[in-house]
């Protein structure tokens, strides 16, 4: 989570530096859950992040902009598909 605290940090924004912190501590244990046993989501997510980083540090705001929210809709997908998958019920043999 280092790193979206450290995006946030560059935005100069302490309503989103704030925003960013809090959801990171909620979010941490499921954003850990939800990857440990996934390679191939980690690729995508360090994948995500490293093209995210370099558009920053290229301060090209609009590429950087459109990386974050193509990041964003994909945990949301993430996110919510694991919630599905837990709260299905059991549907035995």
Known sequence: MSFHCAVAAATHNFV???????QAEVA???HQREHDGNP???DRMRTEH???????A???ATTARDLMQQ??????HAVL?????ETRPDQGP
């Open 58 to 60: 290229a301060r090209d």
């Open 71 to 76: 990041h964003l809709r994909g945990t949301r």
């Open 16 to 22: 989103v530096e704030r925003l960013v912190r809090q």
């Open 28 to 30: 941490g244990e499921l």
């Open 81 to 85: 598909s694991q919630e599905k998958e």
């Open 50 to 56: 490293l093209a995210i980083a370099e558009a920053i």
């Open 40 to 42: 191939d989501e980690l």
